[in-house]
């Protein structure tokens, strides 16, 4: 297995015994378990968890091996050389009937009202090994609390979560995993004894960003989830394979729909190690209601007089035809462009950039809705960073691990979950360095909180140090020190307010790991100096080696991000592509191309009149929302797709309705650039349709066909995807332009936008489960801060940049303690990016108390 | 100063040389530093640190032939060996004083009235295995031992017995004095460890055994009270000596705690291979049962060990004689039954402690210690059916050997020894519904 804990014991690589007279070799630190599973032997269990620690607690594993006096228990005991186990014998079967027994003893049997039933381990294993009846005389234990009116003992533990402790088997999986897996303690064991029951931790719910895997891993019905119980019985759906929509590593899942309602009851994982490890973020496994929630967009509208009417697909597309073809002739088709969503399956987003280039002989589009200023072309540093390549799974086996500039937990929650691994089940060093406190820190070895506005100074401090300490052997390593200032490393750690002693330790870390992981994130892509810190970080890799000996890459973010650079979606692809498109296409349009904030600035000047928008809301997400409205109000004519109405719907001539990738067949990219098949699970509720049959649909009016066939298309893509986007690494050393930060007077605080850990985007506000978490805005602050503010928890409070205000309830933050806010920018009913401004590095705010 | 009021043999030990756990232990003075040294204290200490080797101190246990007095009898030297000696991890040294068993309570007397001595045998422990922070893991309710070692400690900082540098030697040793969970199951290695450190105190299935990953994964040795009390002497007087007590093969003394139906309940110092006999009815020591009445049985070594009949107390307490009598030497708490205790009633209360302790982990414990407990209520209470002693028997079986920590064997193997012993009386209960013996004696 590839995460076993103990490695290091030496000798040969792999032990052989025999099981129930067969001879299996396994590699040394396999389980008895293990082993026999690896030859199809089965052996009952229940505490047992490919992803959690062993821990021998419920006893249904036992093998007989000879030379031990007593039954074993398979899943703990390490297979060795020449032990001969059986699985079967009578003694094995009496210890596991005795161990079923005891299980029972107070177990409810309350199969036929259990939710569990039909996909219960315990239900199984007594049909296939149980007695058929009770030695057990007396009344069963029953939990009671005071507050119970009914004789079940339902207990609803978390906001998606039911706990009946009559029917737990005190496996301990949910705890294990709480903690091993997540670093979570909002679940716990209480009491001793055969009263030892589950529960929510003393004033707390069960509301961490991972807690549907509690449920999902519970072998009976002691953990159910409100969005599945009691709706349907397990064998009457059926399961889609499926990847998430809403990560960038592109979690895989299963949905569990019925086909006549045409209905999603729930998702569960679908294990692969490479990705997930079967593990889901609750945002992965509730999201599912961003399609089946009942506020779906159900027509095509149109404006009419101002107003927005329903309409019919003909009408619609006729008037798109009309209006398109207007802006065309009148001001050419360069004056048209569009903006598509990031997490669009690879068919619709190349759909998307074929239409607009061929149709239009348009080069204005992009698939970057919430960063400011992103660079349109590849020839700069921070995009060579962003296209290295990088595996979810190299994580693990990494011994240093540095996660910079981003904040796991919000943005990457699965490799939050791997970086957690590393170090609990290989001891790797993890360091983590940004501008404010975060979660990833409880595993570190060192949390580096530099100065806001500082990110390129640590970097660059980070090779001072190993230059001052002589710690890499790079060979032109003397040249770096022109090229950054400051140039000792006393002063950059001065500057960014980390102690130097610290960041040697960092520094030596970095020359010593044999395989280093280095993670940059959100906070490097949002930035709008991003070009200036990615240039400190090609330096950094070039004075360690990281990439030779490791991975490095600043992440992508949503789930088909690294699809639209693959296929081409932004204005300026990287040449290579260029090339192939070129080919493809017999000819590429050699028109102006904008990235969005130069579409935007370029509607608001009406030199842009027609635009097209898939699956985006700039509205919502862009900074400086009057700017984007005001941009977008200036246009001649807007079309937008979405699956709701939207704050971007709202200002469009004609609204679309969007199939939600549950909805259709679709490809996509993660983020190490794996490709991933999602099936279609449900058909397109109400009028909706898939993305790349609106393009099509909307190319034949102007009677331009995008593809002869679908299979054209996908050969197209195939051959898109085949061209290595990977950008090489700068020659030297570079230049590390010194940043120019606006202070404004009067706004102390710097404010960072971020997801709530269950949220993303701006979708998930319509999945229930995932409003039951968290359902408003807030704005999260270090206690320290609050209190110089004189404000608590749940104070209303005013936050205000000089461009704009909104009224948000306090957090205290368990993390924080710098002066920093958060504010998560997923709910309408607080737009925090109308606080925002374009340019700014950083965002200033300052807030007060609202009187009541 | 407080003394919990207990008997010792205090006296015994101040005129009889061999007998050097008890030799202060009703000075009540020894608790202070200066005295302690006065005594002699802490010399044991200097030698070992100031003039041999790590190596050697485990040598000279090992050779002392000193065994575990926590209940499990592990040769001491032998398990101090175990911690791996490349490892670059910090090594740990745990003094197990969570002292819960019931009829146990010697810990206690020497954390109260000689806690020095335990800070000295800790410290020549830590040094033996290369630790520089060890832990004294005190049972929640012992409040005064809990304040005893905790003074003691600042007295032995400001003596530089503790703390950096010691004697010149550029050896730095700390002392943590935790006060434990409150639970039974903590005295258990490693729930202990798991408590120690911020967790809900459950076993851990071994291996990996605590020497190589215990305390927060670092190689641990715990080790009880009085095993670490003894090895100053061990130290200072030598291995060979400390051979000359006891027997050929359990070298050395034990504290006995005497409890149940006797008429001097206390804690005695005696060599191993004493006779449990002459432990119950010599004057200097139980003096008799009281009442005079008859001994229905007694449990040797703390209520995890088997029975002993009436008829088989002609029998010398150490390791091996137990274990040829059937029975185990444990924690060396001597509990005595006189012919009016109901054993039904006995087992009662010893699986009622079980089911209550147990610490929830696995399946058998957990859910037999309360199956067992409440057929047993049953029968008790009169409700026994026929083929309940068989039921017993099974779900006994079903549990023994077959859990994770041995809090599981030692539920059951008393109530297997009692079945063994007086299965008339149990068969008893069951036809007649009421107790063979006339009275429910409350034991005090
Ligand atoms: C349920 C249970 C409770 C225990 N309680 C104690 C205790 O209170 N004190 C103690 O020293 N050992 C106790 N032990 C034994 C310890 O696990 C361990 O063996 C002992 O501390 C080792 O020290 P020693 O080698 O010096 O005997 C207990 C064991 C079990 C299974
Ligand atoms: S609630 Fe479920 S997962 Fe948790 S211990 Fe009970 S049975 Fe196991
Ligand atoms: S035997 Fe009992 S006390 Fe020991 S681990 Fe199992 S349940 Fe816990
Ligand atoms: S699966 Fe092995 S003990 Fe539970």
């Given at each position: 297995m590839a995460d076993k804990q103990n490695p290091e014991t030496g000798g040969q690589a792999t032990v052989t015994l025999t099981i129930d007279g067969l001879t299996v070799t396994v590699p040394r630190g396999y389980t008895v378990l293990e082993a026999a599973r690896s030859i199809g032997i089965n052996i009952p269990t229940f505490?047992?968890?490919?992803k959690l620690k062993p821990?021998?607690?419920?006893?249904?594993?036992y093998v007989e091996i000879e030379k031990f006096p007593k039954l074993q228990v398979s899943c703990a005991t390490v297979a060795m050389d020449g032990m001969v186990v059986h699985t079967n014998t009578d003694q094995v079967k009496n210890g596991r009937r005795a161990v079923l027994e005891f299980i029972l003893l107070?177990?409810?049997?309350d199969c036929p009202t259990c939710d569990k039933g039909g996909e219960c381990d315990l239900q199984n294993l007594t049909f296939a090994?149980?007695?058929?009846?009770?030695?057990f005389a007396f009344q069963k234990y029953r939990f009671v609390d005071?507050?119970?009116?009914?004789?079940?003992?339902?207990?609803?533990?978390?906001?998606?979560i039911i706990l009946n402790r009559n029917r737990?088997?005190?496996?301990y999986k949910c705890v294990r995993a709480n903690k091993?897996?997540?670093?979570?303690?909002?679940l716990g064991a209480y009491e001793r004894?055969?009263?030892t029951e589950i529960n929510?931790?003393?004033?707390?719910?069960?509301?961490?960003?991972?807690?549907?895997n509690l449920v999902e891993i519970c072998?009976?019905?002691?953990l159910t989830n409100t969005d599945w119980r009691?709706?349907?019985?397990?064998?009457?759906t059926k399961t889609t394979p499926s990847i998430c929509n809403?990560?960038?590593?592109g979690t895989n899942i299963l949905f569990y729909k019925e086909d006549h309602k045409n209905k999603i009851y729930r998702v569960t994982s679908r294990r692969n190690d490479d990705i997930d490890d079967g593990w889901l973020a609750d945002i992965t496994r509730y999201s599912y209601q961003v399609i089946t929630s009942?506020?779906?967009?159900?027509k095509p509208l149109i404006k009419k007089e101002g107003k927005q009417v329903p309409a019919t697909w003909e009408e619609a597309l006729e008037v798109i035809k009309k209006r398109l073809n207007e802006i065309k002739d009148k001001?050419?088709?360069?004056?048209i462009g569009g903006l598509a969503s990031p997490s669009l399956d690879n068919a619709s987003l190349y759909s998307f950039a074929k239409f607009l280039r061929r149709t239009?002989?348009?080069?204005?589009?992009?698939?970057?809705?919430?960063?400011?200023?992103?660079?349109?072309?590849?020839?700069?540093n921070y995009s060579i960073l962003a296209s290295q390549p990088f595996k979810i799974a190299g994580i693990d086996d990494s011994d240093v691990i540095v996660t910079f500039a981003t904040d796991l937990l919000r943005e990457h929650q699965n490799e939050y979950l791997r970086v957690r691994k590393a170090f609990n089940f290989k001891k790797a060093r993890i360091f983590v360095a940004n501008p404010y406190a975060v979660k990833?820190?409880?595993?570190?070895?060192l949390e580096m909180v530099y100065k806001v506005g500082t990110d390129e100074i640590f970097i660059n401090a980070v090779c001072l140090a190993a230059l001052e300490e002589n710690l890499?052997?790079?060979?032109?390593?003397?040249?770096l020190k022109k090229k950054i200032?400051?140039?000792?490393l006393k002063d950059a750690a001065e500057q960014c307010g980390v102690a130097p002693e610290t960041i040697k330790i960092m520094a030596r870390a970095l020359a010593e790991g044999k395989k280093v992981t280095f993670i940059a994130g959100e906070l490097l892509t949002r930035c709008r100096d991003r070009e200036i810190i990615a240039s400190a970080l090609c330096n950094l890799n070039r004075l360690f080696g990281l990439n030779r000996k490791g991975q490095i890459a600043v992440l992508a973010r949503y789930a088909n991000s690294m699809g639209a650079v693959k296929l081409g979606i932004?204005?300026?692809?990287?040449p290579a592509l260029k090339k192939e498109l070129e080919k493809i296409w017999s000819g590429l349009p050699d028109t102006e191309a904008y990235n969005t904030d130069t579409m935007l600035v370029h509607m608001k000047k009406e030199e842009i009149n027609g635009f097209i928008i898939m699956g985006a809301n700039p509205v919502m997400l862009y900074p400086d929302r009057e700017f984007v409205k005001e941009s977008l109000e200036k246009l001649d004519f807007l079309v937008v797709c979405d699956l709701y109405e939207t704050e971007t719907t709202a200002l469009a001539d004609v609204v679309l309705p969007l199939a939600g990738w549950a909805e259709y067949a679709g490809d996509y990219i993660n983020l190490e650039g794996c490709r991933q098949h999602a099936e279609q699970?449900?058909?397109?509720?109400?009028?909706a349709y898939p993305g790349y049959e609106i393009l099509e649909m909307i190319a034949d009016k102007f009677e331009k066909?995008?593809?002869?066939?679908t299979e054209e298309r996908e050969s197209e893509i195939d051959r898109l995807l085949k061209v290595d986007t990977t950008l090489p690494w700068p020659d030297g050393f570079v230049e590390v332009k010194t940043a120019e930060i606006e202070i404004e007077k009067d706004y102390p605080l710097a404010l960072f936008l971020c997801d709530d850990p269950h949220h993303c985007g701006h979708?998930?506000?319509?999945a229930n489960s995932l409003v039951n978490f968290c359902g408003e805005a807030y704005i999260e602050m270090a206690e320290e801060q609050a209190r110089a503010y004189n404000l608590n928890e749940g104070d209303s409070v005013r936050l205000e940049s000089p461009i704009g205000k909104i009224i948000v309830p306090l957090k205290i933050s368990e993390h924080l303690d710098n002066q920093v806010v958060l504010v998560p920018r997923n709910f309408t009913s607080h737009?925090?990016?109308?606080?925002?401004?374009?340019?700014?590095?950083i965002d200033w705010v300052r807030i007060s108390k609202v009187a009541e | 100063m407080f003394y919990s009021p207990v008997i010792t043999n205090a006296a015994e030990a101040v005129k009889n040389?061999?007998?050097?756990?008890?030799?202060?232990?009703?000075?009540?003075?020894?608790?202070?530093i200066g005295t302690y040294e006065a005594h002699g204290g802490y010399q044991a200490w200097k030698k070992a640190l100031t003039s041999m080797q790590p190596a050697q101190i485990v040598e000279e246990v090992k050779k002392s032939g000193l065994r575990g007095?926590?209940?499990?009898?592990?040769p001491t030297g032998m398990k101090w060996s175990f911690?791996?000696?490349?490892?670059p991890k910090p090594r740990y040294l745990i003094c197990?004083?969570?002292?819960?068993?019931?009829?146990?309570?010697?810990d206690r007397v020497l954390m109260e009235r000689d806690p020095h001595a335990v800070i000295e045998g800790m410290a020549i422990a830590a040094y033996a295995i290369g630790c520089h922070r060890m832990f004294i893991y005190i049972r929640g309710e012992f409040n005064h031992s809990i304040i005893r070692l905790e003074t003691a400690v600042k007295e032995a900082y400001a003596h530089k017995h503790?703390?950096?540098n010691i004697y010149g030697t550029g050896y730095d040793l700390d002392m943590v004095v935790h006060s434990g969970g409150?639970?039974?199951?903590?005295?258990?290695e490693t729930a202990l460890l798991n408590s120690l450190e911020g967790e809900r105190g459950m076993s851990r299935i071994r291996p990996p055994f605590p020497a190589i990953?215990?305390?927060?994964a670092c190689p641990t040795i715990v080790n009880n009270v009085e095993t670490l009390a003894s090895v100053p002497h061990i130290i200072n007087r030598g291995a060979d000596w400390y051979r000359t007590?006891?027997?050929?093969?359990?070298?050395g003394t034990k504290i006995f705690s005497l409890s149940g139906h006797v008429k001097r309940p206390g804690n005695y110092e005696v060599?191993?291979?004493?006779n449990l006999k002459k432990l119950i009815y010599d004057p200097a020591y139980g003096g008799g049962i009281l009442g005079d009445k008859k001994i229905?049985?007694?449990?040797?070594?703390?209520?995890s060990t088997p029975f002993l009949k009436a008829?088989?107390?002609?029998?010398?307490?150490?390791y091996e004689s137990l274990a040829q009598a059937g029975s185990m030497l444990g924690s060396g708490a001597v509990i005595v039954f006189h012919e009016d205790t109901c054993i039904v009633w006995v087992i009662l209360k010893l699986i009622h402690f079980y089911r209550h302790e147990s610490?929830?982990?696995?399946?058998p414990c957990r859910e037999g210690t309360g199956w067992l407990e409440q057929i047993i209520g049953r029968i008790e209470a009169g409700?026994?059916?026929?083929g309940d002693i068989e039921l017993i028997e099974d779900v006994c079986g079903n549990i023994l050997g077959r859990t994770i920590c041995p809090l599981g064997d030692a539920a059951v193997m008393p109530i297997q020894s009692a079945i063994k012993h007086w299965r008339d009386e149990w068969q008893f209960h069951i036809d007649n519904?009421?107790?063979?013996?006339?009275t429910n004696f409350e034991f005090r």
């Amino acid at each position: 297995m590839a995460d076993k804990q103990n490695p290091e014991t030496g000798g040969q690589a792999t032990v052989t015994l025999t099981i129930d007279g067969l001879t299996v070799t396994v590699p040394r630190g396999y389980t008895v378990l293990e082993a026999a599973r690896s030859i199809g032997i089965n052996i009952p269990t229940f505490c047992w968890h490919p992803k959690l620690k062993p821990v021998g607690a419920c006893r249904i594993c036992y093998v007989e091996i000879e030379k031990f006096p007593k039954l074993q228990v398979s899943c703990a005991t390490v297979a060795m050389d020449g032990m001969v186990v059986h699985t079967n014998t009578d003694q094995v079967k009496n210890g596991r009937r005795a161990v079923l027994e005891f299980i029972l003893l107070n177990h409810p049997l309350d199969c036929p009202t259990c939710d569990k039933g039909g996909e219960c381990d315990l239900q199984n294993l007594t049909f296939a090994h149980g007695l058929d009846d009770s030695r057990f005389a007396f009344q069963k234990y029953r939990f009671v609390d005071d507050d119970m009116t009914t004789t079940f003992d339902d207990k609803r533990i978390g906001p998606e979560i039911i706990l009946n402790r009559n029917r737990c088997i005190l496996c301990y999986k949910c705890v294990r995993a709480n903690k091993e897996a997540f670093g979570e303690y909002d679940l716990g064991a209480y009491e001793r004894g055969n009263i030892t029951e589950i529960n929510a931790a003393p004033g707390r719910q069960v509301a961490n960003p991972f807690s549907g895997n509690l449920v999902e891993i519970c072998p009976v019905g002691a953990l159910t989830n409100t969005d599945w119980r009691y709706k349907i019985r397990v064998w009457l759906t059926k399961t889609t394979p499926s990847i998430c929509n809403f990560s960038s590593s592109g979690t895989n899942i299963l949905f569990y729909k019925e086909d006549h309602k045409n209905k999603i009851y729930r998702v569960t994982s679908r294990r692969n190690d490479d990705i997930d490890d079967g593990w889901l973020a609750d945002i992965t496994r509730y999201s599912y209601q961003v399609i089946t929630s009942d506020e779906r967009l159900i027509k095509p509208l149109i404006k009419k007089e101002g107003k927005q009417v329903p309409a019919t697909w003909e009408e619609a597309l006729e008037v798109i035809k009309k209006r398109l073809n207007e802006i065309k002739d009148k001001k050419g088709g360069v004056c048209i462009g569009g903006l598509a969503s990031p997490s669009l399956d690879n068919a619709s987003l190349y759909s998307f950039a074929k239409f607009l280039r061929r149709t239009f002989n348009s080069n204005k589009l992009d698939y970057r809705q919430d960063y400011r200023m992103l660079p349109k072309d590849t020839a700069n540093n921070y995009s060579i960073l962003a296209s290295q390549p990088f595996k979810i799974a190299g994580i693990d086996d990494s011994d240093v691990i540095v996660t910079f500039a981003t904040d796991l937990l919000r943005e990457h929650q699965n490799e939050y979950l791997r970086v957690r691994k590393a170090f609990n089940f290989k001891k790797a060093r993890i360091f983590v360095a940004n501008p404010y406190a975060v979660k990833t820190a409880d595993v570190a070895e060192l949390e580096m909180v530099y100065k806001v506005g500082t990110d390129e100074i640590f970097i660059n401090a980070v090779c001072l140090a190993a230059l001052e300490e002589n710690l890499v052997a790079c060979p032109d390593r003397a040249d770096l020190k022109k090229k950054i200032k400051p140039s000792s490393l006393k002063d950059a750690a001065e500057q960014c307010g980390v102690a130097p002693e610290t960041i040697k330790i960092m520094a030596r870390a970095l020359a010593e790991g044999k395989k280093v992981t280095f993670i940059a994130g959100e906070l490097l892509t949002r930035c709008r100096d991003r070009e200036i810190i990615a240039s400190a970080l090609c330096n950094l890799n070039r004075l360690f080696g990281l990439n030779r000996k490791g991975q490095i890459a600043v992440l992508a973010r949503y789930a088909n991000s690294m699809g639209a650079v693959k296929l081409g979606i932004s204005p300026e692809p990287v040449p290579a592509l260029k090339k192939e498109l070129e080919k493809i296409w017999s000819g590429l349009p050699d028109t102006e191309a904008y990235n969005t904030d130069t579409m935007l600035v370029h509607m608001k000047k009406e030199e842009i009149n027609g635009f097209i928008i898939m699956g985006a809301n700039p509205v919502m997400l862009y900074p400086d929302r009057e700017f984007v409205k005001e941009s977008l109000e200036k246009l001649d004519f807007l079309v937008v797709c979405d699956l709701y109405e939207t704050e971007t719907t709202a200002l469009a001539d004609v609204v679309l309705p969007l199939a939600g990738w549950a909805e259709y067949a679709g490809d996509y990219i993660n983020l190490e650039g794996c490709r991933q098949h999602a099936e279609q699970a449900l058909k397109p509720r109400f009028e909706a349709y898939p993305g790349y049959e609106i393009l099509e649909m909307i190319a034949d009016k102007f009677e331009k066909k995008l593809f002869s066939s679908t299979e054209e298309r996908e050969s197209e893509i195939d051959r898109l995807l085949k061209v290595d986007t990977t950008l090489p690494w700068p020659d030297g050393f570079v230049e590390v332009k010194t940043a120019e930060i606006e202070i404004e007077k009067d706004y102390p605080l710097a404010l960072f936008l971020c997801d709530d850990p269950h949220h993303c985007g701006h979708l998930t506000e319509k999945a229930n489960s995932l409003v039951n978490f968290c359902g408003e805005a807030y704005i999260e602050m270090a206690e320290e801060q609050a209190r110089a503010y004189n404000l608590n928890e749940g104070d209303s409070v005013r936050l205000e940049s000089p461009i704009g205000k909104i009224i948000v309830p306090l957090k205290i933050s368990e993390h924080l303690d710098n002066q920093v806010v958060l504010v998560p920018r997923n709910f309408t009913s607080h737009p925090v990016t109308s606080l925002l401004m374009r340019k700014r590095r950083i965002d200033w705010v300052r807030i007060s108390k609202v009187a009541e | 100063m407080f003394y919990s009021p207990v008997i010792t043999n205090a006296a015994e030990a101040v005129k009889n040389e061999k007998l050097h756990l008890f030799r202060f232990v009703e000075d009540s003075e020894q608790v202070k530093i200066g005295t302690y040294e006065a005594h002699g204290g802490y010399q044991a200490w200097k030698k070992a640190l100031t003039s041999m080797q790590p190596a050697q101190i485990v040598e000279e246990v090992k050779k002392s032939g000193l065994r575990g007095r926590g209940g499990a009898g592990f040769p001491t030297g032998m398990k101090w060996s175990f911690i791996p000696k490349d490892s670059p991890k910090p090594r740990y040294l745990i003094c197990n004083a969570d002292e819960s068993e019931p009829g146990t309570c010697k810990d206690r007397v020497l954390m109260e009235r000689d806690p020095h001595a335990v800070i000295e045998g800790m410290a020549i422990a830590a040094y033996a295995i290369g630790c520089h922070r060890m832990f004294i893991y005190i049972r929640g309710e012992f409040n005064h031992s809990i304040i005893r070692l905790e003074t003691a400690v600042k007295e032995a900082y400001a003596h530089k017995h503790l703390g950096k540098n010691i004697y010149g030697t550029g050896y730095d040793l700390d002392m943590v004095v935790h006060s434990g969970g409150g639970a039974y199951i903590c005295g258990e290695e490693t729930a202990l460890l798991n408590s120690l450190e911020g967790e809900r105190g459950m076993s851990r299935i071994r291996p990996p055994f605590p020497a190589i990953e215990g305390l927060y994964a670092c190689p641990t040795i715990v080790n009880n009270v009085e095993t670490l009390a003894s090895v100053p002497h061990i130290i200072n007087r030598g291995a060979d000596w400390y051979r000359t007590l006891g027997t050929e093969k359990s070298s050395g003394t034990k504290i006995f705690s005497l409890s149940g139906h006797v008429k001097r309940p206390g804690n005695y110092e005696v060599e191993l291979g004493f006779n449990l006999k002459k432990l119950i009815y010599d004057p200097a020591y139980g003096g008799g049962i009281l009442g005079d009445k008859k001994i229905k049985g007694v449990i040797p070594g703390g209520s995890s060990t088997p029975f002993l009949k009436a008829d088989m107390l002609d029998v010398n307490l150490d390791y091996e004689s137990l274990a040829q009598a059937g029975s185990m030497l444990g924690s060396g708490a001597v509990i005595v039954f006189h012919e009016d205790t109901c054993i039904v009633w006995v087992i009662l209360k010893l699986i009622h402690f079980y089911r209550h302790e147990s610490c929830g982990k696995c399946t058998p414990c957990r859910e037999g210690t309360g199956w067992l407990e409440q057929i047993i209520g049953r029968i008790e209470a009169g409700g026994g059916k026929p083929g309940d002693i068989e039921l017993i028997e099974d779900v006994c079986g079903n549990i023994l050997g077959r859990t994770i920590c041995p809090l599981g064997d030692a539920a059951v193997m008393p109530i297997q020894s009692a079945i063994k012993h007086w299965r008339d009386e149990w068969q008893f209960h069951i036809d007649n519904k009421k107790c063979m013996v006339k009275t429910n004696f409350e034991f005090r």
